[in-house]
């Protein structure tokens, strides 16, 4: 079974691979042989206090035999996932897998959300994604070979009461996935979606920083398994959808939460 799982060969744009899942599916990957598009804002990562972490994942990239490159581009601004496909594209040649999986959220209560909260959001979370999508499916559909997963999440079924932005808009991405991936199926790209649960992330490290809460919000949060995942858990979901095991796999939702996402007796 090891050649459908293979990405030799392959060119792969991760976007938001500076860290947590993307990072993590960005060195997954490199083990099964893709080229790897290692998109990042270093604004973003400098705010985070991680300014160095895209050149960190590019090093362990190549560190483990595979080719990589730099893609630094603000999704805020417009046409700015157009900007990040057309520089990994000079980078590296035609893009055979694309990953979206950059986002942002606010936490904050439905009626305290500010305009400027929204427009942030739709910026990175939805006008980007479609940007990146006109660039990337012509170009796969000509080759008649194409792999795109767009990263969700479990709020898509069960919000969260502080994201509802967030959650709506990664519904609006579901339901983009869903429409373009019967269009596009007949030329072997195949669009999917992976919905992770809570997943300890960069993200949600200052929930970490108090042991107790942390027990608490993964009991409450991560049922039934009770606990959150690691990035790396998120990876075989990933390869599945990406590679050639995906021949017959269209207009999936992936919900990789553990039964999260089930109903609760």
């Excluded at 809460?213 to 390869?239: H, N, S, T």
């Amino acid at each position: 079974m090891s050649k459908w799982f293979s990405m030799k060969g392959r060119t792969a744009l991760v976007t938001g691979a500076s860290m947590s899942i993307g990072r993590s599916i960005a060195l997954g990957f490199a083990d099964h042989g893709a080229r790897v598009a290692i998109h990042y804002s270093a604004a973003a990562d400098a705010a985070a206090g991680l300014a160095e972490a895209a050149q960190s994942t590019a090093d362990e990239v190549r560190a483990r035999g595979a080719e990589a490159c730099l893609v630094d581009a603000d999704l805020l601004q417009e046409g700015g996932g157009r900007r990040a496909f057309d520089s990994a594209a000079a980078q590296l040649g035609a893009i055979d897998v694309l990953v979206v999986c950059a986002s942002i959220q606010f936490r904050t209560p439905f009626a305290a959300v500010t305009s400027a909260q929204i427009d942030r959001q739709v910026a990175i979370n939805f006008r980007a994604t479609v940007e990146l999508l006109q660039s990337a499916l012509p170009p796969m559909q000509e080759r008649r070979w194409g792999r795109v997963l767009t990263i969700g999440s479990i709020n898509q079924v069960r919000p969260e009461p502080d994201l509802a932005i967030y959650a709506a808009l990664k519904s609006a991405q579901q339901n983009l996935c869903f429409n373009l991936a019967r269009q596009y199926a007949p030329h072997n790209v195949m669009i999917n979606n992976l919905s992770p649960g809570l997943v300890a992330t960069e993200r949600n490290r200052w929930r970490r920083a108090d042991a107790e809460d942390w027990a608490r919000v993964q009991r409450a949060v991560a049922a039934p398994i009770g606990r959150a995942a690691e990035p790396d858990e998120m990876v075989g979901a990933a390869l599945l959808l990406c590679s050639e095991a995906a021949s017959y796999i269209a207009g999936v939702d992936l919900m990789v939460t553990a039964g999260a996402h089930l109903p609760r007796a």
